[in-house]
């Protein structure tokens, strides 16, 4: 199974872009690279996913290395609002186990 | 809207009894999960369904019990083996294609 590791905790400056790494050395060939953050006690919010390309949407842009061993989310313009938990998770190859880990607790400071 | 629906959002029950959480999702999707989530800590994997009639442990599965008779819903039963149970528990579903996973809003059950 495909384990990821991240950062327990992370500090951005506002207006300046995080860049939040996580490592999957494990991963498959099939396997998604997800990210989700937590604010408080609600539940996770998705906010990418890639398998190979590095990706982009109106929240962040998700950088995956050639080997895909590990990926970057960035937020370009990190705000006080995008202060959360961000998980990096994978996809386990033909079934749909999902597991989160500790996540990077990102803390946006004015 | 479609959405999952958790329920009761919050709860509290004695040391002992067994409590059911109800998790219940109008997206026809076919995987759903159950995790916790401890004050300052991830989210661990209880319980994960596939397919309606079946289901897998996750990391913390021992005291913790489901049932997948219907596609829409996806009860959690905390048992009075659960030795710590006091959490915020949250549901999720996940369907193909899209790679998207929804969560409810979650419940917190506190033990006294």
């Known amino acids: 199974d495909a384990k990821t590791t991240q950062p327990t905790s992370m500090d951005c400056a506002e207006g300046r872009a995080a860049n939040l790494p996580c490592n999957h050395s494990?991963?498959?060939?099939?396997?998604?690279v997800y990210w989700y953050r937590q604010i408080h006690s609600q539940g996770p919010q998705y906010i990418i996913h890639g398998l190979k390309n590095n990706e982009t949407n109106e929240m962040a842009s998700l950088i995956i290395t050639e080997d895909r061993k590990s990926s970057t989310l960035i937020l370009p313009h990190a705000t006080l609002r995008d202060t959360a938990v961000y998980y990096c998770?994978?996809?386990?190859?033909?079934?749909?186990?999902?597991?989160f880990g500790a996540g990077t607790r990102l803390t946006v400071k004015p | 809207d479609g959405g999952i629906t958790q329920s009761p959002k919050y709860l509290f029950r004695k040391e002992g009894q067994n409590v059911t959480l109800s998790c219940e999702q109008n997206l026809n999707h076919d995987a759903m999960y159950w995790y916790r989530q401890d004050p300052g800590q991830g989210l661990r994997l209880i319980y994960y369904s596939q397919i309606v009639n079946d289901f897998q442990k996750g990391d913390i599965a021992e005291g913790y019990s489901v049932s997948r008779e219907k596609k829409e819903s996806f009860p959690l039963t905390v048992t009075s083996a659960q030795k710590n149970p006091t959490a915020f528990y949250l549901c999720?579903?996940?369907?193909?294609?899209?790679?998207?996973?929804?969560f409810g809003e979650g419940s917190w059950l506190t033990v006294v």
């Open positions: 999720a579903s996940y369907r193909e294609p899209g790679n998207t996973i929804y």
């Open positions: 998770i994978v996809r386990l190859y033909n079934n749909n186990d999902m597991r």
């Open positions: 494990t991963i498959s060939g099939n396997e998604y």
